[in-house]
């Protein structure tokens, strides 16, 4: 059962970056599917991006495309996200997901992701 630990977030004003990190213990890491969802204080978790197994392809949520970035490392056991351009409502605990399965269609679907790591706080200062 692989386990993932988020870093890298924190406190940042509006305009700047952060890049999110999120290690995996499975070795075979590369046969999963990575996704970043993220949730506000009161709101329900949100999909942010998503990576296949290769990183050869990827998957945005509308309000952050051209502005984040996922991307991974198969021989480090990790999965990055990119975030520029950072906005006040970008704020809120970043998790990284994992999934065994073809990512396709539902790329954005929480309850298709069986792996969750503890989250990390991003926030976003106007």
């Known amino acids: 059962q692989v386990q993932l630990a988020e870093s890298g977030g924190g406190l940042v004003q509006a305009g700047g970056s952060l890049r999110l990190s999120c290690a995996a213990s499975?070795?075979?890491?590369?046969?999963?599917?990575m996704g970043w969802f993220r949730q506000a204080p009161g709101k329900e978790r949100d999909f942010v991006a998503a990576i296949n197994w290769s990183g050869g392809r990827t998957y945005y949520a509308d309000s952050v495309k051209g502005r984040f970035a996922i991307s991974r490392d198969n021989a480090k056991n990790t999965v990055y996200l990119q975030m520029n351009s950072l906005k006040s409502e970008d704020t809120g605990v970043y998790y990284c997901a994992a999934r065994l399965d073809y990512i396709g269609r539902d790329y954005s679907a929480t309850g298709k992701y069986g792996y969750w790591g503890q989250g990390t706080q991003v926030t976003v200062s106007s």
């Open positions: 499975e070795r075979t890491f590369g046969n999963y599917a």
